[in-house]
């Protein structure tokens, strides 16, 4: 019984792709990859849901009433299970700094404001950034306005703050 000969290759196909060589001694090189990435909000799903939705969430302690701007599954002093909560759209600037570097997405707007935000009667402070006025012009205790992108990416970044 014989097969059917099949030819197979005897050298690799080379692709004119390549990568930029930084230092040989240890070698560091840089070279373009991409994945694509599979991600669960799981039981933070609800404030990226609310942020699609023009809705700031934070939660609430079920035991001992703490409040969390930035959203846990358990109270930090307790421990208890905590619910979600809504919170409002204006607060204030509680501290800020000036940042001149960012990451790649943040790279078009250096520098930037990052802001954290207070709320009466929340006990917990919110990151954010702040638009629309000059580093020097932001002062603690201004008052601001949550706004939201149009086109939810659900991302943290969907929510940015700016003068009320």
């Known amino acids: 019984m014989s097969e059917k000969s099949v030819s197979m290759p005897v050298k690799m196909d080379e692709v004119e792709q390549g ?4 230092n040989i001694d240890p070698i560091v090189m840089k070279y373009h990859y991409e994945v694509d990435y599979i991600h669960s909000y799981a039981q933070d799903s609800p ?3 609310g942020l699609a939705k023009g809705e700031l969430k ?3 302690c079920t035991k001992c009433g703490g409040t969390f ?3 846990r599954s358990h109270c930090m002093t307790c421990g208890a299970e905590t619910e979600w909560m809504q ?3 204006t607060g204030k600037v509680h501290t800020y700094t000036t940042c001149y570097f960012g990451g790649q997405e943040f790279l078009a707007e250096t520098p930037f404001t990052l802001i954290m935000v207070e709320w009466p009667g929340v006990d917990t402070l919110f990151l954010s950034r702040l638009i629309g ?3 020097a012009d ?3 205790g201004m008052n601001i306005q949550a706004k939201f992108k149009r086109l939810s990416q659900f991302k943290p970044t969907d929510v940015y ?3 009320a």
């Open 161 to 163: 703050f700016v003068p």
């Open 47 to 49: 404030f990226f849901e």
């Open 19 to 22: 990568c930029i060589l930084y």
């Open 133 to 135: 006025v000059a580093p």
């Open 58 to 60: 934070g939660s609430k």
């Open 87 to 89: 919170l409002p759209l």
């Open 69 to 71: 701007a930035t959203p």
């Open 138 to 140: 932001v002062k603690i």
